[in-house]
């Protein structure tokens, strides 16, 4: 079973300046509730309760939102206003927040790495929170789990991007299909030739091998450590699958992706 959430947040998030210069971009609200609030309720629907969160310089407001606000809090209390905060306070009271933090940006797989004393040897869920993912039924690490449960490996979330679009993203390199499980024979991250069209989004199940991987290997594209390079080691083992899930993501790292969140989380409303 999965018990552990880890949230990489230590980005600067430079697409968003002047704005998270010093406001984390995971704090930056969809309607009413900041983006890692999404991804926390995301983990909370797969039965994760532990939380573990790589932060930086700058993101203290990460770790004041999951605490108690105890002025406000007094003020507001028994206020038509105190409704509000039902849905945080459900998240205080249900989950555990651990916090460790990131020196340098050295990438995403380097974030990774940092959360290694937060998670132990066991396998953990990894959420991007910029990555919003939403859906009607399951969400979609409660659907990876489920892939967990039954195949033990590796499993990266999976979604067909446009060709002119693949040099964003991890392209996975298929070898075989079944349904919604995706058997990977090899993958690149930021593909000038991409293999496919088969994109990874910020949404992974890791086994614990992949901190010794992750160690073991050298900075790749732009400098960074980067996780996909590890991922395409427990591939080549066959130990990772691709899921392509049922539901919607918008890059909330980008401004038009938050744009398109804001616009259809409003119209749910
Ligand atoms: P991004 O590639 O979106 O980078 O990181 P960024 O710095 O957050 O944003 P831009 O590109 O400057 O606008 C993807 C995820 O990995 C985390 C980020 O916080 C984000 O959730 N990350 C990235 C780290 O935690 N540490 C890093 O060194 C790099």
């Known amino acids: ?15 968003f300046l002047p704005a998270t210069k010093s406001l984390p971009k995971e704090m930056l609200p969809i309607i009413t509730k900041p ?16 939380m573990a969160i790589v932060t930086g310089r700058g993101k203290r407001a990460l770790e004041d939102y999951f605490d108690i606000s105890y002025e406000l809090e007094h003020q507001i209390k028994g206020s038509s206003k105190e409704p509000l905060l039902k849905e945080i306070r459900h998240i205080q009271n249900s989950c555990v927040f651990t916090y460790i933090r990131q020196k340098e940006m050295k990438g995403l797989g380097d974030a990774i790495l940092k959360g290694e004393p937060l998670i132990g040897q066991e396998p953990f869920a990894v959420i991007l929170a910029d990555d919003l993912c939403v859906n009607d039924n399951e969400g979609v690490i409660k659907q990876m789990t489920k892939v967990y449960n039954k195949y033990k490996c590796s499993v990266v979330a999976i979604m067909e991007v446009p060709q002119n679009e693949t040099h964003k993203y991890g392209i996975v390199k298929p070898y075989e299909q079944e349904g919604n499980i995706i058997k990977i024979a090899d993958m690149v991250e930021k593909p000038v030739d991409a293999p496919s069209n088969l994109a990874i989004i910020g949404r992974y199940i890791l086994t614990p091998d992949i901190f010794d991987i992750l160690r073991s290997i050298k900075a790749g594209v732009n400098g960074e450590l980067q996780i996909t390079d590890a991922l395409k080691i427990q591939a080549s083992e066959g130990r990772v699958l691709g899921y392509k ?25």
């Open 1 to 15: 079973m999965i018990k552990k959430c880890l949230f990489p947040a230590a980005g600067y998030g430079t697409r």
């Open 245 to 269: 899930f049922d539901g919607i993501r918008f890059d909330c790292g980008s401004i038009e992706g938050f744009v398109k969140a804001t616009n259809y989380m409003y119209k749910k409303l």
């Open 35 to 50: 983006l890692i609030h999404y991804g926390v309720e995301e983990a909370m629907e797969a039965g994760i309760r532990n």
